[in-house]
């Protein structure tokens, strides 16, 4: 391999590191918005259940007005009674006395209801109380590490970026030009040769090219996808051995709620995970960068089966082994997390050797008649 390959590919090794912890810096400030906006939910509720009791508190002082109100007309119409001259006022004024007697009581009964009610006030006043002191906390924990967190990145962000600059001196210009262009393009500027063929855009080499990168004596291009081809002798040894020595395959099912696929071309995107998922009779489907993890896009609904959903991002694109649930991609949110992405390109990595080797014929085979017994 020539220095200046070599140098290259720790470049991107580098770039990589940089570009995750950019997105991690960029993403704590989000994080603790998010979980301030959750305390002055809670501030909302505990100024609610205060309000409550307040308009109680006002409730039951209009009640016992209205009380004293009526107690006093009772007892005018009492001293009214004995200066009465016929039996039917004195009637009327017997009705009129009964009359605000009741409404006593129906006052009498809702300074009641609102006395058994003041204890549930109470407790939803205390508990919220309680939340908003746990949460508040909470939050100075969550903000003090997210300032740790962003130091601590900021600090290794100096670190690699002092590395990426003594690389990128022992790569030449007009090289390092071309890897920038298409990294930028593609989410990568160099691409491994194995079996012949562009690890990046899995397009086989011509013999000559193949030959010369072997060689490893000039820079070569990959002609189909412009990245930069190296050759790792390390790993010939590996594709030489039995193959025995990788682990077995498992086989993704046909009939799975979810199906995960690699393209080595997706839009403006380069090489993609796609995760397709039935849902409830909808289909949908998410977009992941293969080098990053990152979600590209919005999240695509549809209606239906996602086979009939998307026939057009299954066609071609090599199905991968990954089963997570609705909640757990959700909580993946905007970026697939390191591990995850490591077991889809490890799974990738194996779909490809089973595809040089012709084990995948056979797979075909299985999967045609599991879709036959599903149906
Ligand atoms: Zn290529």
């Known amino acids: 391999m020539l220095p200046e390959t070599e140098n290259l590919l720790k470049l ?21 918005a998010a979980i301030e906006q959750k305390l002055s939910g809670t501030k909302a509720q505990l100024e609610k ?27 005018k119409y009492r001293d009214q009674s004995l200066d009465v001259k016929t039996n039917e006022q004195y009637k009327a004024l017997l009705h009129e006395i009964q009359f605000a007697e009741q409404e006593i ?16 006030r109470e407790k939803q006043v205390k508990a919220a109380q309680a939340e908003l002191k746990q949460e508040t906390a909470d939050v100075d924990k969550e903000k003090e590490q997210a300032r740790e967190r ?4 900021e600090k290794l962000l100096t670190e690699w970026r002092g590395k990426r ?5 022992g790569i030449g210009e007009d090289l390092l030009r071309h890897y920038e262009r298409v990294s930028k393009f593609r989410g990568s500027g160099i691409a491994e040769v194995r079996d012949h063929k562009c690890m990046g855009c ?9 030959n010369d990168v072997r060689s490893g004596k000039e820079t070569v291009y990959c002609d189909s996808c412009q990245r930069i081809l190296y050759f790792d002798p390390k790993e010939e040894l590996v594709e030489q ?23 080595p071309e997706f839009a403006e995107g380069g090489e993609v995970f796609l995760c397709l998922t039935n849902n409830r009779g909808q289909a949908s489907r998410r977009v992941y960068d293969i080098y990053t993890g990152r979600l590209l896009g919005d999240i695509l609904i549809r209606e239906g089966d996602y086979r009939q959903a998307f026939p057009a991002d299954i066609t071609g694109s090599t199905r ?26 490890a799974d990738l990595d194996l779909a490809r050797h089973e595809a040089s080797t012709g084990s995948h014929a056979k797979q075909h085979v299985a999967e045609a008649s599991t879709e036959q017994a599903a149906s």
Not at 13 to 25: P, S, T, W
Not at 150 to 153: C, G, L, V
Not at 202 to 210: A, D, E, K, M, N
């Open 202 to 210: 899995q397009v086989i080499l011509r013999p000559q090219t193949y």
């Open 150 to 153: 962003t130091a601590e990145d």
């Open 241 to 263: 051995k039995p193959t025995a020595q990788r682990p077995k395959r498992h086989h993704p099912k046909i009939d799975a709620s979810q199906a995960w696929y690699y393209r």
């Open 320 to 345: 991968l082994n990954g089963l997570w649930t609705e909640e757990e991609l959700d909580d993946f949110g905007d970026e697939l997390p390191m591990v995850i992405l490591d077991s889809l390109n």
């Open 12 to 32: 991107q090794d580098v770039d990589k590191q940089i570009r995750r912890l950019q997105d991690e810096v960029a993403e704590l400030p989000k994080r603790v």
């Open 105 to 120: 009581t129906g006052n009498e009964d809702k300074i009641l209801e609102l006395m058994v009610n003041a204890d549930a």
């Open 49 to 75: 259940a205060q309000t409550a009791v307040k308009a109680d508190e006002a409730a039951r002082r209009k009640y016992e007005t209205n009380i004293n109100d009526l107690r006093s007309k009772i007892s």
């Open 165 to 169: 600059d003594q690389l990128r001196a």
